[in-house]
T-cell receptor, first 118, second 112 residues
């Protein structure tokens, strides 16, 4: 199993350009997430999805859109990139939390995409 | 108040030392607790889950105190390879079910 993969690994954009980050998982996980990580800020949730065809806003959703057309894929779009979106983007996936068991909802992360917006 | 708070460190310890990290969480209904490890410029990876009775995995021991909403990680006999950032993680409940909340991480450097 490849686990969680992300493409591309690196990207440089100019202000105003658009791009899509792709996340794919082969673990049959229901839940998928997009985070950004900036120095001193920790991981911040951008958007997440609890199943195919559903998405929800996280902590910092502005400037981003997402789609989950297939269970295994979760796309993050930047319509008009800004320098403030320079960051490392991580995708993650998990099973849903279980009513009976603890720690069922462990998240597994992809290797990240390093994005620079000039 | 942040969902998860942890001491950012840095902790600088010699090889062989014992070091302990602590974190507190705000949602008393949380049911899942984890410690993740993140190496420089890499993705976070699960180090260990934390169970109510406490659990041990080799040199690592995790404890949970639900009454005080407090989680700890103890590393014994530190190795150079333990140098990393350790993230305390707690799940959301109710309206935030399905989300995990990450602390900002505690940086550990083990020196020879």
């Amino acid at each position: 199993n490849a686990g969680v993969t992300q493409t591309p690994k690196f990207r440089v954009l100019k202000t105003g350009q658009s791009m899509t980050l792709l996340c794919a998982q082969d673990m049959n996980h229901e839940y998928m997430y997009w985070y950004r990580q900036d120095p001193g800020m920790g991981l911040r949730l951008i958007h997440y999805s609890v199943g195919e065809g559903t998405t929800a806003k996280g902590e910092v959703p502005d400037g981003y859109n997402v789609s989950r057309l297939k269970k295994q894929n979760f796309l993050l779009g930047l319509e008009s990139a800004a320098p403030s979106q320079t960051s490392v983007y991580f995708c993650a996936s998990s099973y849903p939390p279980s009513r009976e068991g603890w720690n069922y909802d462990t998240q597994y992360f992809g290797p990240g995409t390093r994005l620079t917006v000039l | 108040r942040k969902e998860v708070e942890q001491d950012p460190g840095p902790f600088n310890v010699p090889e062989g030392a014992t070091v302990a990290f602590n974190c507190t969480y705000s949602n008393s209904a949380s049911q899942s607790f984890f410690w993740y490890r993140q190496d420089c410029r890499k993705e976070p990876k699960l180090l260990m889950s934390v169970y109510s009775s406490g659990n041990e995995d080799g040199r690592f021991t995790a404890q949970l105190n639900r009454a005080s909403q407090y989680i700890s990680l103890l590393i014994r006999d530190s190795k150079l390879s333990d140098s990393a950032t350790y993230l305390c993680v707690v799940n959301g409940r109710g309206s935030t079910l399905g989300r995990l909340y990450f602390g900002r991480g505690t940086q550990l450097t083990v020196w020879p």
